[in-house]
């Protein structure tokens, strides 16, 4: 069993930054697919960003709605999935939820099915 903790949401300009951080219980978080999702009041839970596991390289994949302007990055020292966001607009303003899924294959990463454990949220609001 895996319990993600999701912090760093909070409310920011257009343009701005904000880093979102995850902390995983368990000691096999290298191991994990782990990345994000998020879900606005218009649609429905999205794909945003998710970093392979060891097995995986741990090579990072994007939605292309955030290519350029999100990045993220894991450290499994401290069990921890970061997603950095910069550029923020308004139509980012969304619940982002972390993930972290075992087995996750290549052609399934941007399913949310594909992903046995979520965080309660963070809520991201991009607001002038």
């Known amino acids: 069993q895996v319990q993600l903790v999701e912090s760093g949401g909070g409310l920011v300009q257009p343009g701005g930054s904000l880093r979102l951080s995850c902390v995983a219980s368990?000691?096999?978080?290298?191991?994990?697919?782990v990345g994000w999702f998020r879900q606005s009041l218009r649609e429905e839970r999205s794909f945003v960003a998710t970093?392979?596991?060891?097995?995986?390289?741990?090579?990072?994949y994007y939605a292309d709605s955030v290519k350029g302007r999100f990045t993220i990055s894991r450290d499994n020292a401290k069990n921890t999935v970061y997603l950095q966001m910069n550029s923020l607009q308004p139509e980012d303003t969304a619940v982002y939820y972390c993930?972290?899924?075992?087995?996750?294959?290549?052609?399934?990463?941007?399913?949310?099915?594909?992903?046995?454990?979520w965080g309660q949220g963070t809520q991201v609001t991009v607001s002038s």
């Open positions: 970093i392979r596991g060891s097995g995986g390289g741990g090579r990072p």
């Open positions: 368990g000691s096999t978080f290298s191991r994990y697919t």
């Open positions: 993930v972290a899924g075992s087995g996750v294959i290549l052609s399934n990463i941007r399913n949310r099915a594909a992903y046995d454990y």
